[in-house]
């Protein structure tokens, strides 16, 4: 999905043109060499720290979803924006005013007659689904802002959303009875609409820049410790909502009976590397795998290696067969990366990116 590496430059710059005019914003400043960076990443610009970061960080940073959130929406994103010639910044388009009358939802409060919240992404007042009273279903939304390089500045030239659901009751507790997927997906592709009509309405000098704008529902994470995942997308410009389109994204852990379903032939490979280190270990050894997977092709997968290692030839005798091993018995090509850890401390780290081969650094010299 992601192409091209990031081996480019840093802009070091400040939004300017971001008012009411209709021109879209620019950017410019001086540029820094990123050339130790490996993997399939956009190149990027710094327009200084995200509107929404600071809430989103005390939500998620005890989640997975932290990360899951970003890297799904920038895949996504590649769709549209080739990472050839967009840029990646942190999204700045929608101030703190902008979140409060897109995610505001006070109860009984929120009223169809009262202006302020015309544009919420919540349900209307008075409203019940699945048998749940004016419920909370916006969590939280993440931005994304994606430029092009024209001469020395840069454009805003595309945006991508993350409307992240998790419903509740009026007053915020969890619900008992999981809403169905019929209810899930008609509040999705009715938020999508809103949020771009917001755009279109009240951010004039976005109104012609294209946007990407998904749903993502978040993990519960009194019940699973697995990340929650997106579930719709839908790509809108010139003034037009696109069709919204189902996302099957699915974080899986190996070796599960989910795995083994959806992608036997990686299940067996993962399998056979765990075997064959298991027998080159002179002690217990455990692999764990997690994947995320996107309309049922593998993107990534991140393997924990625990080992009971006594000297520092046996790290590097069991880290090398690891490594033979992720380097060359997987079929499918795709970005791996290993933690090994001997008595819970980290002692190496192999990473593999796609299309490359495996290369391991060992922490403790």
Same mark, same amino acid.
């Given at each position: 999905?992601m192409?091209?590496?990031?081996?480019?430059?840093v802009a070091?710059c400040?939004?300017t043109?971001?008012?009411?005019s209709?021109?879209a914003p620019?950017? &410019?400043?001086s540029t820094?060499?990123?050339?130790?960076?490996?993997?399939d990443?956009?190149?990027m610009? *710094?327009?200084?720290?995200?509107?929404?970061?600071?809430?989103f960080?005390?939500?998620f940073?005890?989640t997975?979803?932290l990360?899951t959130?970003g890297?799904g929406?920038q895949?996504?994103s590649?769709?549209?924006y080739?990472t050839?010639?967009?840029?990646l910044?942190?999204?700045?388009?929608l101030? *703190? +005013?902008?979140?409060?009358?897109?995610?505001? /939802?006070?109860?009984?409060?929120?009223?169809?007659?009262d &202006?302020?919240?015309n544009?919420?992404?919540?349900?209307e007042?008075? +409203? #019940?689904?699945?048998?749940?009273?004016?419920?909370?279903m916006?969590? +939280?939304?993440t931005?994304?802002?994606?430029?092009?390089?024209s001469?020395? &500045?840069?454009?805003?030239?595309?945006?991508?959303f993350?409307?992240?659901?998790?419903?509740?009751?009026e007053?915020?507790?969890?619900?008992?009875?999981?809403m169905?997927?019929?209810?899930i997906?008609?509040?999705s592709?009715?938020?999508?609409?809103?949020?771009?009509e917001y755009?279109?309405?009240k951010?004039k000098?976005?109104?012609d820049?294209?946007?990407?704008i998904t749903?993502?529902?978040?993990n519960?994470?009194e019940?699973?410790e697995i990340?929650g995942?997106?579930?719709?997308q839908?790509y809108c410009?010139?003034?037009?909502?696109?069709g919204?389109s189902? @996302?099957?994204h699915?974080?899986?852990?190996?070796?599960s009976s /989910?795995?083994k379903?959806?992608d036997?032939?990686?299940?067996?490979d993962f399998s056979?590397?765990?075997?064959?280190?298991?027998?080159?270990?002179?002690?217990?050894?455990g692999l764990v795998?997690?994947?995320?997977?996107?309309?049922?092709t593998?993107q990534?997968? &991140?393997?924990?290696?625990?080992?009971?290692?006594?000297?520092y030839?046996?790290?590097?005798y069991? #880290?090398?067969?690891?490594?033979?091993?992720?380097? *060359?018995?997987f079929?499918s090509?795709f970005?791996?990366k290993?933690? @090994?850890?001997?008595?819970?401390?980290?002692?190496?780290v192999?990473i593999?990116?796609?299309?490359?081969s495996a290369?391991?650094?060992?922490i403790?010299?």
């Amino acid at each position: 999905m992601m192409k091209k590496t990031l081996s480019a430059v840093v802009a070091l710059c400040i939004l300017t043109g971001c008012g009411g005019s209709s021109k879209a914003p620019t950017s &410019k400043g001086s540029t820094a060499s990123t050339e130790s960076f490996t993997g399939d990443y956009y190149n990027m610009i *710094n327009t200084g720290r995200g509107t929404n970061s600071e809430n989103f960080y005390l939500e998620f940073s005890n989640t997975k979803d932290l990360v899951t959130i970003g890297s799904g929406l920038q895949i996504l994103s590649t769709s549209h924006y080739s990472t050839s010639s967009y840029y990646l910044a942190e999204g700045r388009q929608l101030n *703190n +005013n902008d979140l409060s009358q897109l995610l505001k /939802r006070d109860g009984a409060n929120v009223k169809k007659e009262d &202006k302020q919240y015309n544009y919420t992404l919540q349900v209307e007042h008075g +409203n #019940t689904l699945d048998g749940v009273k004016d419920p909370i279903m916006v969590d +939280n939304l993440t931005e994304q802002d994606y430029y092009k390089k024209s001469g020395t &500045k840069y454009e805003l030239s595309g945006l991508s959303f993350a409307i992240i659901i998790d419903p509740r009751t009026e007053d915020n507790k969890k619900i008992d009875k999981k809403m169905s997927d019929a209810t899930i997906k008609s509040f999705s592709n009715t938020a999508i609409k809103k949020l771009y009509e917001y755009i279109q309405k009240k951010k004039k000098s976005l109104k012609d820049i294209p946007c990407l704008i998904t749903i993502y529902q978040a993990n519960d994470n009194e019940k699973s410790e697995i990340n929650g995942n997106y579930i719709y997308q839908a790509y809108c410009s010139d003034g037009k909502v696109g069709g919204m389109s189902r @996302v099957v994204h699915e974080n899986v852990t190996f070796t599960s009976s /989910r795995a083994k379903a959806l992608d036997p032939t990686t299940y067996a490979d993962f399998s056979t590397i765990k075997d064959v280190v298991k027998k080159s270990s002179t002690e217990a050894a455990g692999l764990v795998g997690e994947a995320q997977y996107i309309n049922k092709t593998i993107q990534s997968m &991140k393997i924990t290696a625990h080992f009971n290692i006594k000297t520092y030839t046996e790290l590097l005798y069991i #880290t090398s067969v690891l490594a033979d091993h992720i380097g *060359n018995k997987f079929t499918s090509d795709f970005t791996v990366k290993c933690l @090994v850890y001997s008595q819970d401390k980290l002692m190496a780290v192999i990473i593999k990116n796609k299309g490359e081969s495996a290369h391991t650094t060992i922490i403790e010299q």
